[in-house]
């Protein structure tokens, strides 16, 4: 097994006045949803690990998965609008998408306007400076 550099990292953006329960939540979604719809899987880099004794440790990307932390919903709303300028791919979830069943939470961010909503993160991946680029103004994850 050769080495190949890393050209690509995903960096999720989390906004550090949600409970760290409901984040986690929404982490879960986005990067779930980031995963299945991404059109180039090759770059994502999955790959199977496997340990000494033999045991398989499946589908871990060979790319940094960086955590950073926004002070508010507006901040995330500004990386969004920074995103789809750029034409990058990204998954956000916002506390619409919260209490209830997933008909309720759909029918709610349906009546909701976009200013309105409150953001909990954004997943996106890209190439290391693109995101570097946008994302420098946000700090590492603390708790």
Known sequence: ???????????????????????????????AGFAVSYSDQASLRFNNYHDADGNDHPHISDNPFIVLQADNSNKIRTLREALTEAGLPFVDFTSTMTEGTYFEQQERTNRTPEAELEYYGIVTFATIEQLNGLTKKFSLWRS
Not at 9 to 26: D, E, I, Q, S, W
């Open 1 to 31: 097994m050769a080495y190949v550099p890393i050209t690509h990292k995903f960096v999720a953006v989390l906004n550090k006045k949600v409970p760290v329960g409901n984040l986690m939540n929404a982490l879960g979604h986005m990067t």
